[in-house]
């Protein structure tokens, strides 16, 4: 292992050009743990949903913590999915019932998540360089991406997801490095532990088979092996103990319709917030492009994953998560191997120490971002309170049953979902449900209130993607013979809220 040439907390005296990345790096990181801070507080003030994924993850927690399980059958109410693992919805739930208020005990564990993310950068970086430097850059640019800090601070699964992949990459790291013994055991475990978090968080694992294939065949085949047996095993008897509700929920409903208009969005943000961080590994690919490092094969593995996974209906930009994360990582780890802080350090006037500049980008850049992103929460936070009160006399439990594509109102006054528009709509289109007890129920008008985000007797060509949550046609047409329109609400999503009620 190479050590490094200097520490940033070395008391020898230092190069001018020394002390000075030390103040910028300081600076940096102050503004950066100041953001970071700026998120921490707005988890406690947000009194609602920051996303509808947030709402609904909520609902399903409050719904496990009141003892009507977690996977759903999909032909009977109540038409929801559970689409994850449960292992971040049992972290919420246990918070939950200890006091804490449902919304707050997700966005806790993925904030303590994130930080746990930040840290095992430097640490892998340490790792892989010896540099402290280089290490400190790492943990710079993970905590600064607001792509992270934006879903660290919601509860959704995801940042525990990555915490258990990023920690399995790590102990593999040992293993490679320092011969730790029993790292590898731990890999293969956090590895599982992942996948039941988030099924989408595999790139850890596949960047863990290619490096073992490359070093080691057999290790790589029986430590392949065991996984797959363990992995295979406990799905088994999860999908048993919640019958046949797991691979239903979590397997069969995930193959959301791919969207080009997705992977286009999903492309241009990630070259946008990430172009700094792209610069650098470029430059260091461009050096030696033939060096199949670890690091670099856990990047091509989260890309692979975001190619196959973010372009999906329903699909956010949190399926960025994993590989800004490793971007962050291997621009650090770059750095260290083009030597740019002993080049920096001398004042070299090569190349390499231009690498300064996209690094300064990323940051500023993704300050930026994170300070419009909590600006916008305050003020969509504000228009939900209103919005909430606005359609409180619509959704009273004893009005009777509701169905609403809204969740954040479903979750304050009523604490379940009877039917999830959007994946109800997907999975009736794909087959998966038979749509006639709802329309039936609607035709009968056996629902006190139905709110949608669209007028269904003058529709908006806008709103008519497979984006917006709604009804299939059949159940809209239910709603045109049976329904009235009473209200339209605005609200911070869309058009607003339209409410229905029965036709007298």
């Known amino acids: 292992m190479r050590q490094p040439l200097s520490e940033p907390g070395s008391q020898e005296p230092t190069t001018p050009a020394e002390r000075t990345l030390r ?9 950066t743990a100041l953001t970071l801070a700026a998120y921490a507080f707005l988890i406690f003030w947000i009194e609602r949903s920051i996303t509808q994924v947030e709402a609904i993850i909520a609902i399903h927690c409050r719904m496990l913590a009141s003892g009507e399980g977690l996977y759903y059958a999909l ?3 109540p038409y929801t999915v559970t689409p994850y693992g449960p292992l971040h919805y049992l972290a919420e739930t246990a918070l939950f019932r200890l006091g804490l208020p449902m919304l707050q005990a997700g966005r806790l564990v993925s904030f303590v998540s994130l930080l746990a993310v930040i840290y095992l950068s430097r ?15 790492a943990a710079l640019l993970v905590a600064a991406t607001a792509n992270l800090a934006q879903w660290g601070t919601v509860g959704q699964s995801d940042l525990m997801g990555l915490l258990f992949s990023l920690a399995a990459f790590y102990c593999y790291s040992l293993h490679r490095v320092e011969r730790t013994p029993r790292a590898l055991l731990a890999a293969g475990a956090l590895i599982a532990l992942s996948i039941f978090t988030k099924q989408s968080f595999i790139a850890a694992g596949v960047a863990i088979v290619v490096s073992l294939w490359l070093e080691d065949r057999r290790t790589c085949l029986r430590f392949t092996l065991t996984l797959g047996a363990v992995g295979v095993a406990l799905a088994l008897a999860l999908n048993m103990a919640t019958g046949g509700g797991y691979y239903e929920n979590a397997v069969l409903t995930n193959l959301n319709p791919f969207s080009a208009v997705k992977l286009g ?3 241009r943000y990630l070259a946008l917030a990430g172009m700094g961080l792209l610069a650098i590994v470029g430059a260091g690919l461009a050096r030696r492009p033939r060096e199949l490092h670890p690091l670099l094969a856990y990047l091509a593995a989260a890309l692979g994953v975001l190619l196959l996974t973010g372009p999906k209906i329903g699909s956010d930009l949190n399926y960025q998560i994993e590989t800004m994360t490793m971007l962050g990582i291997c621009a650090a780890w770059t750095l260290h191997r083009l030597d740019f802080f002993p080049l920096f350090f001398r004042s070299d006037k090569s190349w390499v120490t231009l690498l300064q500049l996209p690094l300064l980008l990323h940051v500023v850049f993704n300050l930026l971002v994170s300070g419009n992103v909590n600006a916008s929460r305050i003020m969509r936070d504000q228009v939900r309170r209103q919005e909430l009160e606005a359609i409180r006399p619509y959704l009273e439990p004893e009005r009777g049953r509701v169905l609403a594509v809204q969740m954040d109102p479903l979750l304050a006054f009523r604490g379940r979902i009877e039917v999830e528009p959007l994946i109800y709509r ?22 006190a209130t139905v709110v949608l985000y669209d007028d269904v007797f003058d529709p908006n060509p806008e709103l008519q993607t497979p984006e917006v949550p709604t009804l299939p046609e059949p159940q809209l047409q239910a709603i045109r013979e049976n329904y009235r ?6 609200g911070a999503l869309l058009a607003g809220d339209y409410v229905y009620e029965p036709k007298p």
């Open 75 to 77: 032909n009977e109410y």
């Open 123 to 137: 640490r892998l970086v340490l790792l892989y360089s010896g540099n402290r430097w280089a290490a400190w850059v």
């Open 265 to 267: 969005q999903q492309m």
């Open 426 to 447: 997907l999975i009736v289109e794909a087959g998966f449900v038979d749509p006639e007890p709802v329309r039936r129920d609607l035709a009968a008008k056996a629902f």
């Open 485 to 490: 329109l009473v209200k339209h609400l605005p």
């Open 23 to 31: 103040r910028i790096l300081f600076v940096l990181s102050t503004l």
